[in-house]
């Protein structure tokens, strides 16, 4: 059974920081790029980071780009969302996804299984 399970979620002031961790099992994670992607309340989910399957490529949307990080361990089955400098546009609830392809690409339709979520919610 695929799961994909995020940790870290929670509240913080503006300029602060959260490490946003998805577990993964079900799968063999080392074979598929994995990605971040977001959901503000009234908005479309959207993409925010993704990582290729050994970690060599990654990508960022533009309103992340310098202040997240997208890292992974295939040791640990995990991929991690750094994220610095939070603003209040960041707030949203935050889910990591996994895409058979490899690649890393930020297109939502190309990832195959979806976890939970994990608010993230930034005060002014």
């Known amino acids: 059974q695929v799961q994909l399970v995020e940790f870290g979620g929670g509240l913080v002031q503006t300029g602060g920081s959260l490490r946003l961790s998805c577990a993964v099992s079900g799968f063999t994670f080392s074979t598929y790029a994995m990605g971040w992607f977001r959901q503000a309340p009234g908005k479309e989910r959207e993409s925010v980071a993704a990582i290729s399957w050994g970690g060599r490529s990654k990508n960022y949307a533009d309103s992340v780009k310098g202040r997240f990080t997208i890292s992974r361990d295939n040791a640990k089955n995990t991929v991690y969302l750094q994220m610095n400098s939070l603003k209040p546009e960041d707030t949203a609830v935050y889910y990591c996804?996994?895409?058979?392809?490899?690649?890393?690409?930020?297109?939502?339709?190309?990832?195959?299984?979806w976890g939970q979520g994990t608010q993230v919610t930034v005060s002014s």
């Open positions: 996804a996994a895409d058979r392809r490899g690649a890393g690409s930020l297109e939502l339709y190309e990832y195959d299984a």
